[in-house]
């Protein structure tokens, strides 16, 4: 059984940061990509962000490349998402999710589909105000 828990959402004001953190617990957690999506009220689950098994390449989407970064540490079993410059439109309840699947040759195309991830956290609610 994987859980993955985020933590860390909450209220800031236009242009402050964030830290996400999402622990896994289960076994194996080197043996998993992980991403982060987030999901406004009425909206598509959108990619987010995306690290690979090893940490050896990351991948963004659009809306917040140079803004975000993720990063993971093995040690720990936890995968984190530094958010900076946050924008009203960042608002959203963000989830992280485990893929086992990935491998050297995946891309930006695989990350970025929510039904290549089979485990998903409960989310944590980012509000950004204006």
């Known amino acids: 059984q994987v859980r993955l828990q985020e933590s860390g959402g909450g209220l800031v004001q236009a242009g402050g940061s964030l830290k996400l953190s999402c622990e896994f617990s289960?076994?194996?957690?080197?043996?998993?990509?992980l991403g982060w999506f987030s999901q406004a009220p009425g909206k598509e689950r959108e990619f987010v962000a995306a690290?690979?098994?090893?940490?050896?390449?990351?991948f963004y989407g659009d809306s917040v490349k140079g803004r975000f970064t993720i990063s993971r540490d093995n040690a720990k079993n936890t995968v984190y998402l530094q958010m900076h410059s946050l924008k009203p439109e960042d608002t959203a309840r963000y989830h992280c999710?485990?893929?086992?699947?990935?491998?050297?040759?995946?891309?930006?195309?695989?990350?970025?589909?929510?039904?290549?991830?089979?485990?998903w956290g409960q989310g944590t609610q980012v509000t950004v105000s204006a």
């Open positions: 999710a485990a893929d086992p699947h990935a491998g050297y040759y995946s891309g930006p195309s695989h990350y970025s589909r929510r039904d290549e991830y089979d485990y």
């Open positions: 289960g076994r194996a957690f080197s043996a998993y990509a």
């Open positions: 690290i690979s098994k090893n940490g050896g390449s990351t």
